[in-house]
């Protein structure tokens, strides 16, 4: 995860300008682990894992339909719908499309699965433009971090509920890595017990610019009140939009019949929550540094 995060870091400075290959580069790099095949899997309770080796995406049963929790790239739309009918679910049961935060890697099949679903897409009111447009905040004529713009049907502010049949997800706003950054909290039952899951939105400064001209007005603001949120809630499972941010595939691999969850780690958010932080406050000096430099 670290090095995951240091990776996106490292090009934050270049996300525009005579720096624009690099950025083209670094994707290129990072896209075969994002459209490599994931075995779906029952994660815990009634969610289920429909993602991709890089990139997270969600199922969440419920006595009414189903509720989709992000997408990945475009061309991994058509994997992820078969992820669903593998786990024996159907496309047309969606009846909600949730999303944390809209950049291309999470928002690509939004449109189309939309389309074919005829589900509704609830996200953050921060980024509904963003969502509605198909750009990358503050870089609008970046083509690299373009995805299919797609209509927004209900937009979320802090404590707002989602609800469909038996199950109930509040958001929380967590803005910082997106202006509307949202994540979402649930209840599901492991064994007999409630516990508390979080799709945590992000929280890492990724290609977005914090000092000079930020990627938005007020975003060091946002991602310190995030980070002070995050580690203050009591989460049991922790989960993001990036396998690497709870480790999803040590966790698989040690499932087993009969034995606890490992996806069960109290306390975990708080941790990476803490350590998001202080990379945070690193790069946040690096580009502080730069400027001065530049000047």
Not at 207 to 215: A, F, W
Not at 262 to 280: I, S
């Amino acid at each position: 995860m670290r090095r995951f995060a240091a990776a996106l870091c490292a090009v934050a400075l270049f996300a525009t300008g005579a720096q624009a290959q690099t950025l083209k580069d670094f994707l290129a790099a990072v896209t075969k682990k994002w459209t490599t095949p994931f075995e779906p899997f029952q994660l815990i309770g009634n969610i289920y894992y429909v993602g991709t080796d890089g990139i997270a995406v969600y199922i969440i049963k419920t006595s009414q339909g189903l509720i989709l929790m992000d997408t990945a790239l475009p061309q991994s739309t058509g994997m992820i719908k078969d992820s669903i009918a593998k786990l024996g679910f159907k496309v047309a049961d969606i009846k909600y499309i949730l999303n944390t935060h809209a950049h291309f890697d999470h928002t690509g099949g939004f449109a189309e699965i939309k389309k074919e679903s005829g589900a509704q897409l609830i996200a953050g009111e921060r980024d509904k433009p963003l969502l509605e447009g198909g750009y990358y905040p503050g870089d609008e004529k970046n083509e690299d971090l373009a995805f299919p713009a797609v209509k927004v049907d209900r937009a979320v502010k802090e404590g707002d509920k989602v609800t469909l049949g038996d199950t109930t997800l509040t958001a929380h706003a967590t803005p910082g890595h997106s202006p509307g950054c949202t994540s979402w909290e649930m209840t599901v039952k492991d064994g007999g017990q409630d516990r508390e899951v979080l799709f945590f939105c992000s929280g890492t400064v990724a290609l977005n610019r914090l000092v000079g001209q930020p990627t938005y007005p007020g975003i060091v603001d946002d991602y310190r009140a995030t980070y002070a949120k995050a580690k203050a809630m009591k989460i049991d499972v922790l989960l993001g939009p990036h396998p690497e941010v709870y480790g999803m595939q040590d966790k698989r691999a040690q499932m087993k019949d009969g034995a606890p969850n490992p996806f069960v780690k109290p306390g975990e958010l708080t941790t990476y929550a803490a350590g998001l932080e202080q990379d945070f406050d690193k790069q946040l000096a690096k580009q502080t540094a730069a400027l001065q430099t530049a000047k």
